[in-house]
């Protein structure tokens, strides 16, 4: 893969990195610092790529493994309860943001994959280096989960994980 071609595939995947990693890591500046190490990093490695046509599933989980990497990092350095919660971006369903956003990582991460940027059961499962059985049903109680939480939006969302 030339340097031109890599670098447009680049441009064109960004807003889908940035959502995956957002998606995981519920704020913004350490969604772009995941996006860079993820582009660097596959940049390095751009020769491990077998077929260019797996390119954006390749890079996905590049990235989720540095969004999951940078979690770690963070766990040693920040108390979580200090951060403030997650804004919705504009235009999107703040009370939809708001459930997604405290959705456990395992239920949230296929819910943005699957919804949000339109991958297959089969490819989450890939990406995630799960059964399908096990991303079809995170994404089944996920949707339970959502729908009890948008349910029960009068009296606030409900932060207990069942």
Known sequence: MTREAFG???????????????GILLNHTDCADAVQECILKA????????????????????LINECYNLMR?????????SLPEPEAPPGADPALHDAIAHLDDKLRLPVVLHYMEGYRVDEIAKMLRLP????????MRARARLKDMLDDQEGGISHAKK
């Open 8 to 22: 447009r595939a680049v441009v064109q995947m960004q807003p889908s990195l940035y959502r995956v990693s957002y």
């Open 43 to 62: 940049w390095a490695k751009q020769d491990t790529l077998r077929c260019e046509a797996f390119m954006q599933s390749w890079m996905i989980r590049i």
């Open 73 to 81: 990092k963070r766990r040693r350095l920040v108390d979580l309860d």
């Open 132 to 139: 399908s059985g096990t991303v079809k049903s995170r994404l």
